[in-house]
């Protein structure tokens, strides 16, 4: 089934935060921010800037009537700041014009004076400062110590990860209008709503329940959305609560860029045993996370980290460590992975070393180390229904594994200006909410008159295609076409107190809940349909807008059954909540079971380095990958293909830069390079796995939204193999972004000047 959101997107019908019909008068913001990292504010003169034509007013932390508070996790976070200026880019006041044209005018207009203070950029100086967001948190397992004592080989290292720009196509933006009674609707391109209204009255001094939270769809969300929506649609309803009319803020790219967080940068040490036979038998990392100026998400992220730390391998013995460090950097957030994807480096990085120092290849220690059921992970969850060891196996045989690296050998010897290089890339990743009591969802679902159905979730669509799977599974229990279900917009009274669309979990929790609604309302209509066709309802079924008595089809259609239960005043509305079984984790301990399950694969990626240039291409990436049972092929394969590309950028190509100033430097696409058309492998084949899926996944079916970006971790150690071929002086580096400069410097380096 195709996504259903194809047909507007391609018309160019889909609707968007602009694109709301907006009312006649309404006024238009622009953020005035920070243009320094860290600072004592000494002055700020707004007289110009409100002196212009058409500027109504600038609101600034003294407008608040509640509370200049917007952190989630931890409140440290001012919506506005008031003395101090804690990163470039840190909202300092809102201009509200007749149009953006002139806000953004007066913002030009507006004159401050900062006192610097001193700044830390980097996790390493935030710890060194005792700078940090939380007390760092750590797993642990076995007695590393003790081991590393018995082992035959024993490597250590530093790794660095950069950040990453969400770079969702639509900017963030909201849309506040007041309505009677100082209720105020918010249009939002929020991947949280909840939060949104949450923050909102906080900030308001008001109740939830006069906060209105609207979203029909986000152009792209991939985490930066799941917090870091609600500061813009804060402003625009202050501004609104204030006006009395409705506000539009829409950032454009610069400012979003400059303003908005990312992905963290990790600054990470690893030291690694093995014994002589290959396995790991004991494995300690310390995690440097660079948080930003505020929390944000980021305890919730460095948890991740520590829970994908030895990502699908078994290591009895293990010490991981987490510092979330505080900078002068805008608040770093969720990204699609959420931490999990730097801790994965790390154990991928420690591996490749061990490889190299020892000299064999890479994959054979990877291979030795597999997860097996009813292994346990450091967190004290025991690994079931394990797919490690199967993916691993199906795509080295169905690939080929001998016949490629044959290929890659054989090229190589045959060329100097271009090399190959071939890297495997196990995943595995936990399914849930890591924080247990986030995991629960709703779903309303009413069937009309007409037998047309409208269902209303806490799922946002952002071009995952989750409105797709709810109705979808809608139309299985009823056996209606897809026609005749529509999934409405996420909205705050419909379905309330919602957790983020989010942690790929979104199409099971908001699955299930209308699973759990459109089953009682099934059951409901087949005693309507028993009654008056004078049978038992165990012996009704519906099929195809039928109804069947035992296997036989009667001449009772959808429509007729649907006006009978209205006759016979039956409900055709039903409320459903869904939480996730089985789940729990204790803090003080750090031991549970925090995971529904985790979603396993294995890619095998090549690449072609060309040794003059430095410029590398993906010749393919050969994945088989732990679907469940897909409920949805074409939705799914198009978040593997999605999440390998935005992983393949991360780890290669996208380079995040603050000066020491903390200016971002990367601030557009001329100077930040995301993958394009040209960029993506030039093969990508993705096969699933044989399995039986997860009870615990809807209808079986696998999330799928995070785990494939890690595969792009791959391709990382892929052209590092290929400057081998080149270079066999060269040093492995564990420095990503592995950008056409490092691959130029690392062919043509001497590891005897080399700084490395
Ligand atoms: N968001 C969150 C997430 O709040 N908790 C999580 O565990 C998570 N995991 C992945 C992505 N977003
Ligand atoms: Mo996310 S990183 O699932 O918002």
New binding site residues.
């Given amino acids: 089934m195709k996504n259903m959101d194809s047909y507007t997107h391609v018309r160019g019908e889909s609707l968007y935060v602009d694109d709301v019909n907006v009312r006649q008068g309404t006024f238009h913001a622009v953020v005035f921010d920070s243009s320094k990292a860290h600072g004592k504010i000494k002055s700020i003169d707004y007289s110009e800037a409100q002196a212009l034509e058409g500027v109504e007013r600038i609101f600034t932390y003294k407008d608040i009537p509640g509370e200049n508070e917007i952190g989630g996790i931890i409140k440290d976070e001012p919506l506005f700041a008031e003395r101090e200026v804690h990163f470039w880019g840190m909202p300092i006041a809102l201009i509200v014009a007749e149009s953006e044209f002139i806000a953004r005018k007066a913002r030009g207009l507006v004159k401050i004076d900062i006192e610097e203070l001193p700044i830390i950029t980097t996790a390493k100086q935030a710890k060194e400062n005792d700078s940090l967001i939380t007390k760092p948190r750590s797993f642990s397992l076995g007695d590393a110590e003790k081991a590393f004592a018995d082992c035959d080989y024993v490597f250590e290292g530093e790794t660095f990860s950069n950040g990453q720009e969400h770079l969702y196509i639509e900017a963030q933006g909201a849309y506040a209008e007041p309505l009677e009674n100082g209720n105020i609707k918010i249009t939002s391109s929020t991947q949280g709503p909840t939060a949104v209204q949450k923050t909102v009255a906080q900030v308001l001094g008001i109740a939830m329940h006069k906060i209105e939270v609207d979203v029909t769809r986000l152009g792209g969300g991939f ?1 930066g959305k ?1 917090d870091q929506a609600t500061p813009w649609a804060v402003m625009a309803a202050l501004a609104a609560y204030h006006l009395n009319q409705s506000v539009k803020l829409i950032l454009n790219r610069h400012d979003d860029l400059r303003m908005t967080g990312k992905r963290h940068p990790y600054e990470s040490s690893y030291k690694i045993g093995l014994s002589k036979d290959l396995k790991i038998l004991a494995y300690e990392a310390e995690f440097l996370q660079n948080a930003g100026a505020a929390a944000d ?1 980021s305890p ?1 992220v460095a948890e ?1 980290t520590l829970f994908h730390a030895t990502n699908s391998y078994y290591i009895p013995n293990v010490e991981v460590a987490v510092a979330s460090c505080k900078t002068n950097l805008p608040p770093n957030t ?1 990204f699609r ?2 931490g999990g994807p730097q801790g994965m480096f790390v154990i991928e990085a420690a591996i490749a070393k061990a490889a190299h120092e020892i000299g064999i290849p890479t994959r054979r220690i990877q291979e030795a180390n597999l997860l097996d059921d009813n292994d346990v992970f450091s967190y004290g969850q025991i690994a079931t229904k394990v797919e490690a060891k199967n993916t691993w196996k199906s795509a080295t045989a169905t690939f080929n594994i001998a016949a490629l690296e044959k290929e890659v050998e054989d090229f190589n010897a045959s060329n100097s200006a271009f090399k190959k290089g071939l890297a495997l890339m196990p995943i595995c990743f936990g399914i ?4 247990t009591p ?1 995991n629960h969802a709703r779903a309303l679902v009413h069937i009309y008159l007409d037998g047309s159905i409208g269902i209303s979730t806490a799922a946002v669509e952002m071009g995952q295609g989750v409105n797709t799977k709810m109705m979808q599974i809608a139309a299985d229990v009823f056996s209606i076409p897809i026609e005749k279900i529509k999934i409405e917009t996420t909205n705050t009274t419909r379905v309330a107190n919602t957790s ?1 669309s ?3 979990s979104t199409a099971d929790l908001n699955g299930k809940a209308t699973l759990k609604a459109c089953k009682v309302l099934l059951k409901r209509l087949k005693t309507v349909a028993a009654t008056y066709l004078k049978v038992t309802a165990e012996q009704i079924t519906l099929k195809d807008e039928f109804v069947y008595i035992e296997d036989k089809k009667s001449k009772f259609e959808w429509t007729q059954l649907i006006s009978m239960a209205m006759l016979e005043r039956v409900a055709l509305t039903e409320n459903a909540h869904y939480a996730t079984p089985e789940i729990h984790f204790d803090k003080t301990k750090e031991k549970g079971h925090p995971f529904a399950y985790h979603v396993y694969g294995t890619a095998i990626i090549t690449a072609t380095v060309d040794c003059m240039r430095g410029t590398y291409e993906f010749d393919s990436v050969k994945i088989v990958h732990d679907y469940g049972k897909s409920m949805s092929e074409g939705i799914d394969l198009g978040q593997v293909e999605g999440a390998l590309a935005q992983g393949i950028g991360w780890m290669t190509m996208e380079e995040i830069a603050y000066n020491d100033e903390g200016r971002l430097l990367s601030n557009a696409l001329s100077t930040y390079k995301i993958p394009d058309i040209f960029s993506v492998p030039k093969e990508v084949e993705v096969i699933p796995v044989e399995t039986q899926g997860h009870e615990l996944a809807i209808l079986k079916s696998k999330a799928v939204g ?1 785990p494939p970006l890690m595969y792009g971790i791959g391709a990382y150690f892929a052209i590092q193999n290929a400057i081998k071929a080149f270079n066999s002086n060269y040093d492995l580096k564990f420095h990503a972004p592995m950008t056409p400069e490092k691959v130029l410097m690392g062919l043509y380096e001497n590891p005897n000047t080399s700084q490395h």
């Fill in positions: 985490g799941e998400l919730a991740r969720a992975g959420f849930s909410f890591t924080n986030m983020p989010a942690a790929s995070e």
